[in-house]
């Protein structure tokens, strides 16, 4: 059975658990170690472990904070912040992580996807692209990097082709205009990647109810959907998310 999968997003700075709106206005959340461990345990699939600031701040992901959260939890971790070479993807491999995240490196050095995936293997490659409505691009959406402060002037859609070509394994779209607003994932964009590829397509950005979650899978196309805002403040359970999504005929691991 082909699951839709729900994966809280643990944004992470300084070690802590924050969650901001449009990539700013950060509210610290709590622990991330210990909100992970309450996530697998509330039955979520997956975790996503992003180490925010870690390329504004040009160093790498914070190895205590995601070890203390690797030692917690029983579901898949995907880590990303800072990553930009085979030896540190190999340094969050060893410590649990089941899956990296990479995203301003990949930009830079498209080769980089080349190289992880042909020495880690495409499962353990996930692209993360930031993206921002840009109407003189041919899609309609710029990939932004940095943290969401330096755009590209590349083409989001056309970008999600070539990591599939290049060897990623999933793909992470997270819409900077959405991001946090509880207003409903950008559904267009979402879909434009997932149209475009053939890889697992995470949406991510804007979740505030329980029907965006429907939204994101039947008209965003979406293999899984990424929460934060409403999972962190107690908005829903994963488990309400679940069964919302299962009375809609819309295949979960309840």
Not at 36 to 57: C, H, K, M, N, R
Not at 109 to 117: M, Y
Not at 186 to 205: E, K, N, Q, W
Request: charged share 20%; aromatic share 6%; glycine share 10%.
């Amino acid at each position: 059975m082909d699951y839709r999968r729900i994966i809280p997003c643990l944004d992470v700075k300084d070690g802590r658990l924050v969650k901001g709106i449009n990539f700013v206005k950060l509210e610290d959340v709590g622990d991330p170690a210990e909100n992970a461990a309450v996530y697998s345990q509330a039955g979520a699939d997956e975790l996503v472990f992003l180490d925010i600031t870690a390329t504004i701040e040009k160093r790498k992901t914070l190895l205590d904070a995601v070890k203390r959260t690797v030692e917690r939890i029983s579901v898949p971790l995907t880590v990303g912040g800072g990553i930009g070479s085979c030896k540190a993807i190999q340094e969050l491999l060893v410590i649990g992580v089941s899956r990296v995240s990479v995203n301003t490196a990949a930009v830079r050095n498209p080769n980089f996807v080349k190289e992880a995936s042909k020495e880690f293997g495409s499962d353990k490659i996930v692209v993360a692209i930031d993206t921002s409505s840009n109407s003189q691009l041919p899609s309609g959406f710029e990939v932004i990097v940095t943290g969401g402060t330096v755009g590209t002037g590349l083409d989001a859609v056309a970008w999600a082709k070539k990591v599939e070509e290049l060897g990623a394994g999933a793909i992470l779209p997270t819409s900077m205009d959405t991001d946090g607003t509880q207003a409903g994932y950008d559904i267009p964009m979402t879909r434009a990647i997932a149209d475009a590829v053939s890889l697992p397509v995470i949406a991510s950005g804007g979740a505030g109810t329980l029907e965006h979650l429907y939204q994101a899978i039947v008209e965003g196309h979406a293999d899984a959907v990424l929460v934060a805002s409403i999972a962190h403040f107690g908005k829903y359970t994963i488990r309400q998310m679940k069964e919302y999504l299962a009375k809609h005929q819309i295949p979960v691991n309840l």
